[in-house]
């Protein structure tokens, strides 16, 4: 799994993954599959979803909260083993859609639904997808197993994220990846973030691509690997404010560019 940064030179990553893997898609064609499909997940984000995809063993299980319009979903199915089952958890409901856009969306969110299955059944991918279309703590009853790698990306609010850390983390077999997008970018999802992960005692701050937090689910129990790790998730704050000052802004129309994801 890589441990990218914002900063990490993506065609590198690309390349690597066009000469290491045999006939699985390489990235560049999985990331093509996704160029027109409307989402928050940037390249190298992309990529990383990618790694945590192809590290999943046979046979394994991939959940994902929040698809949208399949954008990461693609991304999840194609890079997966055939043999990896993929579970995409969202209630297409019109709530907690995307950055300001918490509620009154019912209309979209039938559009997104419809969008959402023609986008996978474009990629090929629509067969190997179960789609649960439940709120996460809904769904929690209705999928069976450990997950192998779990991608949290619905509602951002500091409640429904910090019990989608705990209840759907709980689940993560050991050594399993949890990913969470708009980590120290969203206020909800950050201080979920620092409620339940800044101490745990189970899962591993590996880096993150841009928001994307990468976790591992295999932290050492003794101190100082703990301490360790609540200082290089506190090391992100900095980052945090930068991002939540630049939300400010963008809201007051101070100044104009792209909203922090
Ligand atoms: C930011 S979008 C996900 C973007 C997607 N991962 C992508 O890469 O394009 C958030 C999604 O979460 C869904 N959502 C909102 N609340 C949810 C919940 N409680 N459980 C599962 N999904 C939820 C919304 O319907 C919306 O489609």
Sequence with gaps: MTNEHETAPEPEHEAAHETAQGERPSLVST????????????????????DAATTCPDGGLIV??????????????????????????????????????????SDEAADDHAVFTANLTRAGVRDRVDHIREFSDAALDLVDGEPDVLYIDGAHRYGPALADIRSWGDRVGDGGTMLIHDSFSSIG?????????????????????????????????????????????????????????????????????????
């Excluded at 990468?214 to 945090?240: E, K």
């Design 31 to 50: 990331m093509t599959l996704v160029a027109d499909v409307e989402g928050w997940m940037s390249p190298g984000q992309g990529a990383t979803l990618y």
């Design 64 to 105: 994902e909260i929040g698809s949208f319009r399949g954008r990461s979903t693609i991304v999840l199915a194609t890079a997966a083993d055939p043999s990896v089952r993929i579970v995409a958890i969202d209630p297409h409901a019109g709530n907690d859609r995307g950055p300001q856009e918490i509620e009154g969306f």
């Design 189 to 261: 999802v950050t201080l979920a973030i620092l409620r339940s992960l800044l101490f745990g005692t189970r899962f591993r701050y590996v880096g993150r691509s841009r928001s994307m937090a990468i976790y591992r689910a295999d932290l050492a129990g003794d101190p100082a690997a703990r301490t360790r790790n609540a200082g290089r998730q506190l090391a992100q704050l900095p980052w945090f404010v930068k991002n939540v000052v630049l939300k400010v802004l963008i809201s007051l129309k101070l100044v104009k560019g792209e909203w922090p994801y």
